[in-house]
């Protein structure tokens, strides 16, 4: 390295061109972290500084990024805002419940109609920290940004009852033989352990240093 690195760029490579936007539908692993907020609100059990507060509508969301973990996509990142509680009524934190029970679903290969205790258990969390680095699969969607540009989104996860959730996952998918519950899987796969008391980051307070 030269000393004059950093005052002399004819050197420098081209800038790369921007990744192509992952086609729409488009199914891929992903690893789940949530950008703290700083928002607590005890009476909902939402702890740890995890949700955050829109300055502009109030609402109340998780602030999560995407990141694809296997195949052609690999190390590509999304954004989207799983809501929790809007003044306008209850169908954006509806939204945002059945997206995590979805998740957790995918994540912890529990069949959407199995209503057994384990997999009661399974669609429970002791606190958003558990949602915080969770993997699962999902299918891309794209959307407009503020500015009227593409962009990549999730708003689904990818559920054991799909037809490609075992090959995505990388596990057997439960087979659901109606009635509620779930039947005996294709082949053997490991049974849901509920994790086991995990200490919570330390409570964020205040706005984040990024959005003052």
């Known amino acids: 390295m030269t000393a004059n690195t950093w005052n002399d760029f004819n050197d420098a490579d081209s800038q790369q061109s921007g990744f192509d936007l992952i086609p729409k539908g488009t199914f891929v ?9 700083g928002y607590d609100d005890p009476e909902q059990g939402w702890g ?10 109030g609402s109340i969301y998780l602030s999560a990024e995407f990141v ?16 929790l509680l809007s003044k306008k009524g209850p169908t954006w934190g509806q939204m945002g419940r059945s997206f ?36 699962f699969i999902v299918r891309v969607d794209i959307e407009k940004d503020a500015k009227g540009a593409d962009r990549n989104v999730v708003k689904v996860a990818v559920e054991p009852d799909h037809a490609d959730y075992a090959k995505l996952k990388g596990v057997a998918a439960k087979a659901n033989t109606g009635g509620g519950n779930s039947g005996a899987p294709t082949q053997a796969a490991p049974a849901y352990q509920a994790p086991a008391a995990v200490p919570q980051r330390a409570p964020v307070t205040g706005k984040p240093s990024w959005a003052q």
Do not use: C
């Not at 973990?69 to 954004?79: F, I, L, S």
């Open 29 to 37: 692993p992903v690893r789940m972290t949530i950008k703290p907020g």
């Open 48 to 57: 740890g500084g995890y949700a955050t507060e829109s300055f502009d509508t």
């Open 68 to 83: 694809v973990t296997d195949g052609e996509h690999a190390k590509r990142k999304m954004w989207s805002n799983i809501g």
């Open 100 to 135: 995590i029970r979805a998740v957790l679903n995918s994540a912890r290969n529990i069949h959407p109609q199995d209503n057994t205790p384990q997999a009661a258990a399974a669609r429970r969390i002791q606190g958003f920290h558990e949602l915080d680095g969770i993997e």
